[in-house]
């Protein structure tokens, strides 16, 4: 079956650090990689996603690529902010069938100014 | 705002009990998905409606039922509470079940089993 996995957190850094969370998938077909955020409190938002093999993703400063080869979907930001503290999912969707993302456990991030 | 609404934004209970939850779609969505999410077990699919018929079945426990009303809204019902029901459920929506699936969730529903 499919799965996610993403490195285990929290991950804490400071003001204007570089980020980087791990994820790995494993699916049998090709699927839609995506990177969601949960802000305390809140529900989760899509923050990007990438389709197909090679692509990158990006939004809000943050960027991830597809990588069929090394089936990896690595979140990075080049300057965390404080703001940028949260909880990070992972999640892959596949054609066909009833199309449920997998998610990964998520990855908690703090940023200290 | 995703557009998704939950209500209520809180529920506290007692073991045994039954409570409902409601979902609203983003308007235009057909599918809605029901999530909970607790801190041991992470997120956790339940099931997924899509044009008021079920189309998958997750770790939804048989206590647990769900339905999709024709006005596209979604209730998941909950009943002979356990402490271990404790959890944020979540629903969410997306406007399609081929393809890519990118979901809308809501602001979830926090419930307490006492």
């Known amino acids: 079956g499919n799965s996610v996995t993403q490195m285990e957190g929290p991950v804490t850094l400071s003001e204007e650090a570089f980020l980087t969370i791990n994820c790995t998938y494993t699916?049998?077909?090709?699927?839609?990689l995506f990177w969601y955020v949960q802000y305390p409190g809140e529900g989760l938002q899509l923050l990007l996603k990438?389709?197909?093999?090679?692509d990158k993703g990006s939004n809000k400063g943050f960027e991830a690529t597809y990588r069929k080869e090394t089936t990896s979907f690595h979140l990075e930001k080049g300057s965390v902010q404080v703001s940028d503290s949260a909880v990070y999912f992972c999640a892959l969707s596949e054609p066909g069938g009833s199309y449920i993302p997998t998610f990964g456990r998520g990855t908690s991030l703090i940023v200290h100014p | 705002d995703s557009g998704v609404t939950q209500t209520p934004k809180h529920l506290i209970t007692a073991t045994g009990q039954r409570v409902t939850l409601r979902c609203s779609p983003r308007s235009g969505d057909l599918s809605v998905y029901w999530y909970q999410q607790s801190l041991d077990q992470g997120l956790q699919f339940l099931i997924h409606y899509y044009n008021g018929e079920e189309r998958a079945k997750g770790n939804i426990l048989e206590r647990f039922s769900a339905q999709q009303f024709p006005d596209l809204h979604s209730e998941l019902n909950l009943s002979s509470l356990e402490l271990g029901d404790s959890a944020l459920y979540f629903c969410?929506?997306?406007?399609?079940?081929?393809?890519?699936?990118?979901?809308?969730f809501g602001p979830g529903t926090r419930l307490t089993v006492l």
């Open positions: 990438a389709t197909k093999a090679d």
């Open positions: 969410a929506s997306s406007v399609l079940s081929q393809g890519y699936n990118e979901q809308f």
């Open positions: 699916a049998t077909g090709y699927p839609s």
